[in-house]
T-cell receptor, first 114, second 112 residues
Framework: AQTVTQSQPEMSVQEAETVTLSCTYD???????LFWYKQPPSRQMILVIR??????QNATENRFSVNFQKAAKSFSLKISDSQLGDAAMYFC???????????FGAGTILRVKS | KAGVTQTPRYLIKTRGQQVTLSCSPI?????VSWYQQTPGQGLQFLFE???????NKGNFPGRFSGRQFSNSRSEMNVSTLELGDSALYLC???????????FGPGTRLTVT
């Protein structure tokens, strides 16, 4: 079975600084996708970024970028120029290429200090 | 385009009752998935429907069931509610396998 592990229950970052959230996963499939979702206190899940496993290039969305290490099964999220609005729970998720079942990690609470 | 909508947003039920939750996907999306979020178990996949067919099912008892209509709207039913069913139920829609899922605001179910 596929598993996703987020080893950092909580992280803190100073406003305008950079923070990296860690995620590792385990799968025997070759076709899959990885995602980072953000869940603010409103509980609305918001897609932050996605990565297709077949793409070697790391995905980037504005201040958010990933470091995808396929061989190591690692998928970390880097947030640059952190803003107060980035404070939320962040979930790493895995999905097979053959369905829409998301397997989530336990989440990392990100606190942003002003 | 309107986002994923879920109704009701909040619900309080008594043990033993049954409940139906509704999810309307983004227009054009044919896949709808349901997730349960609890502090203890985190986010767990319940099931996915695609073009009115259940395509995948998580490890939940048979008390949890769902269906999808021809307009892609989906309902989830939980019968014989237990205290442990108290959770945030999230629904997500997607165009197909290759596309990301977009989540609704969730239904907060409290079982007393």
């Amino acid at each position: 079975a596929q598993t996703v592990t987020q080893s950092q229950p909580e992280m803190s970052v100073q406003e305008a600084e950079t923070v990296t959230l860690s995620c590792t996963y385990d799968t025997s499939e070759s076709d899959y996708y990885l995602f980072w979702y953000k869940q603010p206190p409103s509980r609305q899940m918001i897609l932050v970024i996605r990565q297709e496993a077949y793409k070697q290039q790391n995905a980037t969305e504005n201040r958010f970028s990933v470091n995808f290490q396929k061989a190591a099964k690692s998928f970390s999220l880097k947030i640059s120029d952190s803003q107060l609005g980035d404070a939320a729970m962040y979930f790493c998720a895995w999905k097979s290429g053959y369905g829409n079942k998301l397997v989530f990690g336990a989440g990392t609470i990100l606190r942003v200090k002003s | 385009k309107a986002g994923v909508t879920q109704t009701p947003r909040y619900l309080i039920k008594t043990r033993g009752q049954q409940v139906t939750l509704s999810c309307s996907p983004i227009s054009g999306h044919r896949s709808v998935s349901w997730y349960q979020q609890t502090p203890g178990q985190g986010l767990q996949f319940l099931f996915e429907y695609f073009s009115e067919t259940q395509r995948n099912k998580g490890n939940f008892p048979g008390r949890f069931s769902g269906r999808q209509f021809s307009n892609s709207r989906s309902e989830m039913n939980v019968s014989t509610l237990e205290l442990g069913d108290s959770a945030l139920y999230l629904c997500a829609s997607s165009l197909s396998n290759s596309y990301e899922q977009y989540f609704g605001p969730g239904t907060r179910l409290t079982v007393t």
